[in-house]
């Protein structure tokens, strides 16, 4: 058997999938480069001079002794300060957007609020807010972390490779989109769909807590670690998590039950653990059956 060529169409189109599928959506170049470096570098060359007397040119021998220097660093070259243009998170944002989760008595209230809300650096570099998708009346709400490329795009939460393999695991135990509700606990997607911060996640933190007490489903799905460690305030694993049932209090007090589940992306990774987020869902059929 021969190796298949890396040139062939198939080779390369399955490649082009998986970047897609990964959130790829910029091609790097062979050496890496400073991007931080070059925007510092174009803002000195703007910013105006300090005004002042002319100054003394520097003696030949300081410029041998230091070649490598510009003029950015050369001790006593005029410094500039160059200012961020995105707001660094603290917790006075955190506190405003505790304020104003709180007071949405809506799902619509709130997503207007989410969508004025700027106290989050990732909304700076998202093309859509993520809110939801689904029935908010339905009994089940299912919660994962943050939006893909695709769903940043469609504004939508799982519409991509993941969105298409929750789907047929709701199916599988008789729902579908018009019969749950979908959020993520940070709404804008993350740039290169990294992992959000600590911080990102608190900041966003108020706004899914809220939708949750809002719908008020009868049983939460928490998609992957980072949904279930946020929502049911734990540190442990998900693999040690999945399939053991908790509890998501609500600020009103209200318990609802959550199973902890693997994200589907983690699933299409892994196939051989499909085995494992299809008894959770078989609890949450069953449970559902229990509550009606």
């Not at 008595?105 to 700076?124: I, V, Y």
């Not at 018009?178 to 996640?201: D, F, K, L, Q």
Request: aromatic content about 4%.
């Amino acid at each position: 058997m021969t190796a298949a060529s890396p040139n062939s169409p198939t080779d390369i189109a399955d490649i082009l999938a998986f970047y897609a599928s990964a959130g790829v959506d910029k091609a790097l170049e062979d050496a890496p480069v400073n991007r931080f470096a070059e925007a510092a570098l174009k803002a000195v060359e703007r910013a105006p001079a300090p005004a002042g007397p002319p100054r003394e040119e520097k003696a030949p021998e300081r410029q041998a002794a230091s070649p490598g220097l510009d003029a950015s660093n050369v001790p006593d070259a005029p410094t500039r300060t160059i200012s961020a243009t995105a707001a660094i998170p603290d917790e006075a944002q955190a506190a405003l957007a505790r304020q104003m989760a709180t007071s949405a008595s809506t799902l619509e209230e709130l997503r207007q609020r989410m969508a004025a809300f700027d106290g989050c650096n990732l909304k700076a570099t998202a093309k859509n807010l993520v809110f939801a998708d689904g029935n908010p009346e339905a009994a089940v709400m299912l919660v994962g972390e943050a939006p893909g490329r695709d769903e940043d795009i469609e504004g939508l939460p799982f519409v991509g490779r993941s969105g298409r393999l929750l789907d047929r695991m709701l199916a599988a135990i008789g729902l579908d989109r018009t019969s749950v509700y979908i959020a993520n606990v940070i709404p804008w997607r993350p740039p290169g769909n990294r992992t959000p911060t600590p911080h990102e996640t608190e900041i966003c933190r108020p706004f899914i807590e809220r939708q949750i007490e809002l719908v008020n489903p009868k049983v939460l799905v928490n998609l992957g670690g980072p949904s279930a460690k946020t929502l049911l305030k734990t540190s442990e694993g998900i693999l040690r998590l999945r399939g053991n049932w908790r509890v998501h209090t609500t600020a009103s007090g209200t318990a609802i039950p959550a199973m902890p589940t693997l994200h589907p992306a983690y699933l299409l990774r892994t196939p051989a653990h499909k085995k494992l987020a299809w008894r959770d869902f078989l609890e949450v059929k069953a449970k559902l059956r229990a509550l009606s």
